[in-house]
T-cell receptor, first 115, second 115 residues
Framework: AQKVTQAQTEISVVEKEDVTLDCVYE???????LFWYKQPPSGELVFLIR??????QNEISGRYSWNFQKSTSSFNFTITASQVVDSAVYFC????????????FGAGTQVVVTP | KAGVTQTPRYLIKTRGQQVTLSCSPI?????VSWYQQTPGQGLQFLFE???????NKGNFPGRFSGRQFSNSRSEMNVSTLELGDSALYLC??????????????FGPGTRLTVL
């Protein structure tokens, strides 16, 4: 069975501060994919990044960066110089390669950015 | 390219009724997955369809069913509605070019309220 833990329920920051969201996962599969999605108040889940279990390179996309560490089963997400538009719920998810379409989501972390 | 569309966006039903939700995937996408999102249980996988066949199913009672048409459009049906079925129902589509780890793109969801 798979499990994704996002221990932080809510994080509040002031604009321009950095914020790091933690994601820890459990799986017995050797091959799997990890994802981050953003859910703004409108409700639609917006895809941010996909990473397979063989690719441990960190990635940076604008103000977003991801740190994948297989040794600690973590896939953390950092928003640099946060903005009010970053306010949303962020979900980490995992899918093993033999489980069609079944994303296992964490509980989500609410990020509140105030001006 | 148009995104995933879901209709209707909002629904109000009473206990015991049944409901059908519709999802049109991104053009060219062949896999459709459905998720239920509630404050208490979070995001939970319902089922996944590819080529009109259900390939995967979550832990939901038989009152929840779905189907996929030859044009990849999908519907899900909930019969004998219960108060606990009130939720945001999200549909996601993926290309299915790389198997289970394909990125899923989500629609805006259907907000179902059961009275």
């Amino acid at each position: 069975a798979q499990k994704v833990t996002q221990a932080q329920t809510e994080i509040s920051v002031v604009e321009k501060e950095d914020v790091t969201l933690d994601c820890v996962y459990e799986t017995r599969d050797t091959t799997y994919y990890l994802f981050w999605y953003k859910q703004p108040p409108s409700g639609e889940l917006v895809f941010l990044i996909r990473r397979n279990s063989f690719d441990e390179q960190n990635e940076i996309s604008g103000r977003y960066s991801w740190n994948f560490q297989k040794s600690t089963s973590s896939f953390n997400f950092t928003i640099t110089a946060s903005q009010v538009v970053d306010s949303a719920v962020y979900f980490c998810a995992l899918v093993p390669t033999d489980s069609w379409g079944k994303l296992q989501f964490g509980a989500g972390t609410q990020v509140v950015v105030t001006p | 390219k148009a995104g995933v569309t879901q209709t209707p966006r909002y629904l109000i039903k009473t206990r015991g009724q049944q409901v059908t939700l519709s999802c049109s995937p991104i053009s060219g996408h062949r896999s459709v997955s459905w998720y239920q999102q509630t404050p208490g249980q979070g995001l939970q996988f319902l089922f996944e369809y590819f080529s009109e066949t259900q390939r995967n199913k979550g832990n939901f009672p038989g009152r929840f069913s779905g189907r996929q048409f030859s044009n990849s459009r999908s519907e899900m049906n909930v019969s004998t509605l219960e108060l606990g079925d009130s939720a945001l129902y999200l549909c996601a589509s993926s290309l299915d070019g790389q198997g289970a780890g394909d990125t899923q793109y989500f629609g805006p969801g259907t907000r179902l309220t059961v009275l």
